[in-house]
């Protein structure tokens, strides 16, 4: 294994490591933990802050601030700036070795524009105060971070070996399909998330008691407004909510059919027989973690784990969907096949 390739697995491990511990900050209410950017009241750490918060925290016991809080969201901005230098990192080392197999130099450096401006969103998710279209904007970004670490790693790997036919043009359209809705679940999962709406409906299959509960859905999908407010500045109703709620979960009813339509695609082709029994894993997985995040209340470790199943299912669709570009092969494998076609056309 090359160190080019080392090092997109460490960027690619570290991605998942700070989509999850994302997660983590946001559902434990610690986005606002240290209430300015890049810092935590201006020093390095909570440490060095730690009079700020204390003071802060006494006067609003219920506020966003308090010491573990910052200290949750300063770890969640030092590993992010870890990860933004490491794949600074794999950008340079592209460009080096740009006549190389699989170092693919323009999409590691297209790589470094999404993390400058993912960095930009983590800034504005603190200094705008939570906006709902920012914090989805940023789940966003650090899942399209790990989807293109991942495609850099397959590519990688693929570097030293060539392409032979590649699966049907109707398989590689059903992936492509499935990967789009899964793309639209994720960011209305984000949605329903940032606006703190998970809880809208606290039954199972139905809403509220209901298969298609009372909602408000233009207000639901106003993008630019204040966290738990309108567009016109009032409070948020519970139908806004719930329809936020309902439709991330027809959502996932449409995305898990498509998914689950690829998977099966896939289980009947024996080359591609392991990816569809990946994704159908990860598929029921994700599944019973959403229906148990709403069955039990949401409970912190569940709804992180949700969101870690959306990240793993992104990085299952760039497997497939790389892989569908072509069955990949060792160089002298594909030499020994054309050897064999062409004495075949020989005889013929």
Not at 90 to 113: M, N, Q, S, T
Not at 232 to 255: C, F, K, M, N, Q
Request: hydrophobic share 55%; glycine share 8%.
């Amino acid at each position: 294994m090359t160190a080019y390739r080392r090092l997109i697995l460490l960027a690619l491990a570290l991605a998942t490591l700070v989509v999850v511990f994302g997660a983590y900050v946001r559902l434990s209410d610690a986005g606002l933990g240290c209430p300015d950017w890049p810092g935590c009241y201006g020093q390095f750490s909570p440490l060095h802050a730690a009079a700020d918060i204390r003071e802060t925290h006494a006067a609003d016991p219920q506020g966003p601030v308090s010491l573990p809080k910052a200290w949750k969201e300063m770890i969640h901005r030092y590993l992010a700036a870890t990860l933004g230098l490491l794949i600074l990192a794999i950008a340079l080392l592209a460009w080096r070795r740009r006549g190389a197999p699989g170092a693919a130099p323009r999409l590691a450096a297209a790589l470094v524009g999404v993390v400058i401006f993912q960095g930009l969103l983590g800034k504005w998710t603190v200094t705008l105060l939570l906006k709902p279209a920012i914090v989805t904007a940023h789940l966003l970004g650090g899942l399209t971070t790990l989807a293109l670490l991942a495609w850099l790693a397959l590519h990688a790997r693929a570097g030293a070996q060539v392409e032979v036919p590649r699966g049907p043009i109707s398989l590689i359209t059903l992936a492509r399909a499935a990967f789009a809705l899964l793309a639209v679940q994720i960011a209305l999962g984000g949605w329903t998330s940032t606006n703190y709406a998970a809880l809208a409906c606290t039954d199972f299959p139905t809403c509220q008691g209901s298969l298609w509960p009372a909602a408000d859905y233009a207000n639901a999908f106003h993008v630019v407004r204040e966290l738990g407010m309108t567009a016109d500045g009032e409070v948020l109703p519970l139908a806004a909510l719930t329809a936020i709620h309902w439709s991330h979960r027809i959502g996932a009813l449409l995305a898990a059919t498509v998914l689950a339509a690829l998977a099966g695609s896939l289980l009947r082709r024996s080359v591609t027989r392991h990816l569809g029994a990946v994704l159908l894993a990860a598929l029921a997985a994700q599944l019973a973690l959403g229906i148990a995040n709403v069955v039990s209340g949401l409970p912190l470790p569940l709804a992180v784990a949700h969101n870690a199943g959306a990240a793993v299912l992104v990085i299952v669709m760039v497997w497939i969907t790389h892989s569908l570009r072509g069955v990949r092969v060792p160089a002298s494998a594909a030499h020994r096949r054309e050897g064999h076609a062409g004495r075949e056309n020989s005889y013929a």
